[in-house]
């Protein structure tokens, strides 16, 4: 924060900094609205990563997913075809991932389909008209 404050001219302290890169965080969404993009199903990682994609990759570590199903999951897969074990794992693994990109939407003060709110934007100094016109055109 010396490095900022000798280069600006300005002081800077960790939570000014935060908020900074809240803001970034936030111009890198509207922006993306902006293009097209950048709601939820945006944020949905891809097929492949959520796993396993193929019979032969549960396969080859299926002691792993099986303990997956017993331990995390809850589900016996004693007797259970390949092909339901991956489709209980991966509705598992994609529920999980819905509640976590529920929590962080939160906690960054956006909406359920990632739209910053405008409350949010206005406590991080970003209710700029030209911001306000896009995220609103989503809410």
């Known amino acids: 924060m010396d490095i900022y404050k000798a280069i600006t001219g300005?002081?800077?302290?960790?939570?000014e900094l935060i908020r900074q890169s809240?803001?970034?965080?936030?111009?890198?969404?509207?922006?993306c609205m902006r293009m097209g993009g950048g709601k939820r199903i945006d944020d949905v990682p891809?097929?492949?990563a959520v796993g396993?994609?193929?019979?032969?990759?549960?396969?080859?570590r299926a002691e792993?997913?099986?303990?997956?199903?017993?331990d995390k999951i809850g589900v016996d897969p004693t007797g259970k075809s390949t092909a339901?074990?991956?489709d209980i794992t991966r509705k598992y693994r994609e529920?999980?991932?819905?509640?976590?990109?529920?929590?962080?939407?939160?906690?960054?003060?956006?909406?359920?389909?990632?739209?910053?709110t405008i409350e949010h934007l206005k406590e991080i100094g970003m209710d700029l008209p030209e911001v306000?016109?896009?995220v609103k055109r989503f809410l």
């Open 10 to 15: 300005k002081p800077m302290d960790k939570h």
């Open 22 to 31: 809240e803001r970034v965080y936030n111009f890198q969404k509207v922006f």
């Open 46 to 48: 891809p097929y492949r």
């Open 52 to 60: 396993p994609v193929t019979e032969e990759e549960y396969l080859s």
């Open 64 to 70: 792993r997913y099986d303990n997956l199903l017993k």
């Open 84 to 86: 339901e074990k991956m």
């Open 95 to 116: 529920d999980q991932y819905q509640q976590l990109i529920d929590a962080v939407y939160d906690r960054k003060g956006w909406t359920p389909e990632g739209v910053p």
């Open 132 to 134: 306000l016109e896009v």
